[in-house]
């Protein structure tokens, strides 16, 4: 076991600002390697044929391989070196992405994307340890938040990316340069850090963060079983969202797919305004991470439930309604998984309780996945819409049960 540690803090502004930069980019990169797929499902299935129910079943496998391995990698994260921790997990996925540009088969894509899955799964927890034990308390505190940005700018590159290669009629390139890009990330975050954050020799001592850890608290498993059916919920809305808005416009608009794919562009501009609108809304109206994910949840169901009713809205509007909400998703992704463990960080768990929760967002992301293809196909759209609002509302619900427990524990 490895139980290198990082007790010495980056004072240098310019360092600081490497660090973060190395730590941006490495998760940023996943995101274009895990949303590629997302993002070329209407030209995947028109070249190839494969239904929608094949194409979610694929989908859902990177989920599952994320959600049952961040459990894994999260506890582990703790105790391993976060930095070949994150190294090994990028480019395990640049590699995967790679061979995922030679599958021909639903069956062989689902298979490399579930362990795409299980490789990216080692990069969120570990990175979020990394970056508390080596940068100062606020600037931590801001840095982690900042990494939200990598949802809408990695969306936004996947995405161009995707319809870059739909308009050239070549869906498989869009995997060979997300896995040439990954693995030079990868490459590029292993040379950074061995100067920014050189680990100690091993040692039988535990790390510093874990030998001063204060005992869980014991109303802390409740309040958290609560947080994670809400973060389920919340991952099954976002990636409902996220992995079906180009079909969505192609069915009910007659929109052509690289259209609709340059369309859902407008998804992650709205997107990034969800970080600091919903760390704004935390910090300057309910000062309670739970609080403010229920008001988020809430605003959902209310945004979901014209379309969910067979409502057809005007293009434009369509869009900004799903942008909104893809945001709102956005900002209780915040609150739940990147803002709950910082406020724990006196337990020395960070990065198996950002695992847990990050586990329960792709459990959420796995139903949407599957489950939205085979709404579709036998329900319709308003059968699958009319699903994520009932998810938003019940986690609303679930985050205002959660609100007075957390308002003790987070002081």
């Known amino acids: 076991m490895n139980n290198a540690t990082y007790p010495a803090k ?73 930095v070949r921790m994150v190294f090994s997990g990028v480019l395990c ?118 030998a001063a850890a204060r005992p869980l608290p014991h109303r802390l498993p409740a309040v958290l079983a609560l947080i994670c059916l809400a973060a389920l919920a919340s991952g099954m809305i976002r990636d409902g969202i996220q992995t079906w808005t180009p079909t969505y416009l192609h069915d009910i608009y007659g929109l052509d797919n690289t259209f609709a794919i340059v369309l859902t562009f407008t998804l992650p501009l709205v997107n990034l305004c969800g970080v600091y609108m919903g760390k704004w809304a935390n910090d300057h109206i309910f000062h309670s991470e739970a609080v403010t994910a229920a008001a988020a949840f809430l605003a959902a169901c209310a945004l979901l439930a014209a379309p969910a009713l067979g409502v057809r809205l005007p293009l434009w509007a369509c869009l900004a309604l799903l942008g909104l909400c893809a945001a709102l998703m956005l900002a209780v992704n915040t609150m739940l998984v990147t803002l709950v463990p910082l406020r724990l960080q006196s337990t020395g768990r960070i990065s198996a309780l950002s695992g847990l929760l990050n586990s329960a967002t792709y459990a959420g992301s796995t139903l949407s996945g599957y489950g939205m293809g085979l709404l579709l196909e036998r329900s319709g759209w308003p059968a699958a819409l009319l699903g994520l609002c009932a998810g938003a509302l019940a986690a609303s619900l679930l985050c205002a049960a959660a609100a007075r427990g957390w308002k003790r524990l987070r002081g």
Do not use: K
Request: glycine content about 10%; proline content about 5%; overall charge positive.
């Open 10 to 82: 980056i004072t240098g502004l310019r360092r600081q600002h490497l660090f973060f930069a190395l730590c941006w980019t490495a998760y940023f990169s996943t995101y274009i390697g895990r949303l590629n797929f997302t993002a070329s499902l209407a030209a995947i299935s028109a070249a190839a044929g494969f239904s929608q129910s094949e194409l979610g079943l694929v989908s859902s496998g990177f989920f599952v391989g994320y959600g049952i391995f961040q459990l894994v990698w999260g506890f582990a994260g703790d105790r391993l070196d976060p």
């Open 93 to 210: 996925s640049g590699l995967l992405n790679l061979a995922m540009a030679c599958a021909s088969s639903p069956g062989l894509m689902a298979v490399i994307w579930t362990l795409n899955g299980a490789a990216q799964s080692a990069v969120w927890s570990p990175l979020l340890r990394l970056t508390v034990e080596r940068l100062p308390g606020v600037e931590a505190m801001r840095a982690s938040v900042r990494y939200s940005t990598t949802v809408p700018f990695g969306t936004l590159a996947a995405y161009g990316l995707a319809a870059l290669c739909s308009a050239m009629g070549c869906w498989r390139a869009v995997f060979a340069a997300a896995g040439l890009f990954l693995t030079a990330i990868a490459l590029c975050w292993l040379r950074g850090m061995r100067v920014l954050a050189p680990p100690l020799p091993a040692a039988p001592a535990r790390s510093a963060a874990r």
